[in-house]
């Protein structure tokens, strides 16, 4: 196994590094992504209506927002390693169990196990991020680490289309099953201890003393409800573009992926600029940047439809420029959040990745419940979110930002 000495400073950005936080980081996005061109032919196999099995992604998604928030501090206080082995671990049970469900309860339970047991990589990348680079090199880090995990949510609903297509959806469980052993092997070879500072004291008062302190920073809560809402945004979209594009515009399953790939293809360019340019510019003009083109870019889908143009490139076109502001804006305030108070870092990684997943669980029922014959209420939660992330960054405007290397 590699020393720990050997990565205790920022010389660890080598590629095989790099290779794991992404392969990690992925995981629960893969688990998000993969079944979804599945979702019409399980709730026909169940025998339930899709509103139903709609569940199966909006749970994970609340799963993912409630382990986020006890992930990270326990890795505060027990380190990174051993909590994303288990959390992996925790993954593949999620996701033995929904390959194996007979009725759509037990799918419903092995989708919250997966997601409970995923969300430990995304959160821990970002931990792990945190304590070998300061405040500017982490939003450049994060750029590059998301950039590569944004290939999983652009090639995993055409893989689930084609292993449903071919073998069913337990296929796209198995796949899971498959990617997440490997990513523990990768793992339990690659990655040492990087916490290095972990506590000593009862777990459940850290828990609250860490918790108490982010509560009442508000450069926290800027940088975080920023991210939270931009990436609400996208939730929303995740939620009802199958609906708009299947059910009123007419459109194949097989389209839907094809058009998909667009969103994550911004989101890569998006990170790959904040990889470049956030430690020279700066997080938050990033964050600004991102959060004005998130806007501009609803308000374009808006006048597009208005104007009665009804096909998949007026929906997935703006949204191109959508995952690319969302590419500018999460890194820096992932950034952010995880850098106000550095030695809660994993309780910020935490609290801030749970309120981002859950504001997507949120909007997701929310859009389910609202979209109907038209596509404007999409619209409309789409520009609320857009409107209350840039509201969220006054928070952090003129507030004394930390050093770069605390």
Known sequence: MTQISAIATPSVAKPSFIALLIAVSAVSPLGINMYLPSMPGMARAFGVDFTTIQLTLSLYLAAMALGQLIIGPISDRFGRRPVLLIGLTVFIIGSLICFLAQNVGLLIFGRVVQAMGGCAGITLSRAIVRDLYGRNQVASMIGYVTMGMAVAPMVAPTIGGLLDTF???????????????????????????????????????????S????????????????????????????????????????????????????????????????????????????????????????AAMAVIFAVGFMHPAALFGPMFFIGLGNGLVLPSGIAGAVSV????????????????????????????????TTIWPLIAIMTACSLLAIASFGLVAGQHRPEAGN
Do not use: C
């Open 211 to 298: 918790y108490s302190i982010l509560f009442r920073s508000r450069l926290f809560w800027g940088y975080t409800l920023a991210a939270s809402f931009i990436s609400a945004v996208f939730f929303a979209f995740l939620a009802g573009a199958p609906f708009v594009m299947i059910e009123l515009m007419g459109r194949s399953a097989a389209e839907y992926g094809f058009y998909f790939a667009l969103v994550p293809g911004g989101y890569i360019l998006g990170n790959f600029a904040s990889g470049r340019f956030a430690a020279r510019v700066g997080p938050n003009r990033m964050i600004l940047a991102g959060t004005f083109m998130a806007l501009a870019s609803v």
């Open 167 to 209: 073998y069913g959806w337990r296929a796209s469980f198995a796949f899971l099953i498959a990617f997440g052993g490997l990513a523990l092997l990768f793992a339990a070879w690659q990655l040492p201890e990087t916490n290095h500072n972990r506590g000593s004291g009862g777990a459940g008062r850290e828990l609250l003393y």
């Open 341 to 372: 108070k550095p030695d809660v870092a994993g309780a910020a990684a935490g609290l801030s990745g749970s309120l981002q997943i859950g504001f997507g669980a949120l909007v997701a029922p929310l859009i389910g419940a609202t979209l109907s």
